[in-house]
């Protein structure tokens, strides 16, 4: 098990705040993913970091942004938050030695009203 | 483009039947296939992936898929059904054109166990 955190685990924001989901993952993960999960939907790739910078990107609009530290943690920002913002919001890294596979966090439940 | 086609989004079996769960890919480039459970309010769980190695894929649990070509299927499989096994089911294939292995997802399907 390879222990991707996420904090918090649930979060309430009104329309028009802006939001900072964080995600930990081990040494030697040097890619980070993050995902939306809408309720009943499979997740859908935001944008990818890898050795901190962005390495891939969704069908997302830029107020979604992303930064990814020198320690294996990561952010996700959501700025000028919209009710279809609200899901489950996943991270997921992968190891050096096997970068196919991703290893999920239990996720953030954002709730936008 | 990559993508996957779950078919079925419920599932209902008894407790001790066979689990058939049905995913079609599409893919440019041969694929790499991942099949992923969530429990209610978890994160994914890796059961499987497929990566051009053997066809039969053995995962935990007792699941196994079989990558078909001929069919573009990924089909999750377990002999005897067990009432752990209610969940979530995601196939997944990798985005390996771009080099940013992201995944695409399936809409998932709704596994129940009748006792």
């Known amino acids: 098990e390879t222990g991707v955190t996420q904090s918090p685990t649930h979060l309430i924001k009104t329309r028009g705040q802006q939001v900072t989901l964080r995600c930990s993952s081990q040494s030697g993960h040097n890619t980070v993913s993050w995902y939306q999960q809408a309720l009943g939907q499979g997740p859908q790739f935001i944008f990818q970091y890898y050795r901190e910078e962005e390495n891939g990107r969704g069908n997302f609009p830029p107020r979604f942004s992303g930064l990814q530290f020198p320690n294996y943690s990561s952010e996700l920002n959501v700025n000028a938050l919209e009710l279809d913002d609200s899901a489950l919001y996943l991270c997921?890294?992968?190891?050096?030695?096997?970068?196919?596979?991703?290893?999920f966090g239990p996720g953030t439940r954002l709730t936008v009203l | 483009a990559q993508s996957v086609t779950q078919l079925g989004s419920h599932v209902s079996v008894s407790e001790g039947a066979l689990v058939l769960l049905r995913c079609n890919y599409s893919?440019?480039?041969?694929?790499?296939l991942f099949w992923y459970v969530q429990y209610p309010n978890q994160g994914l769980q890796l059961l499987l992936k497929y990566t051009s190695a053997a066809t039969l894929v053995k995962g935990i649990n007792g699941f196994e898929a079989e990558f078909k070509k001929s069919e573009t299927s990924f089909h999750l499989t377990k002999p005897s059904a067990h009432m752990s096994d209610a969940a979530e089911y995601f196939c997944?294939?990798?985005?390996?054109?771009?080099?940013?292995?992201?995944?695409?997802f399936g809409t998932g399907t709704r596994l129940t166990v009748i006792p």
């Open positions: 893919s440019s480039v041969p694929p790499y």
């Open positions: 997944a294939v990798s985005d390996r054109q771009t080099g940013a292995n992201n995944l695409f």
């Open positions: 997921a890294s992968s190891l050096v030695s096997d970068t196919d596979t991703q290893y």
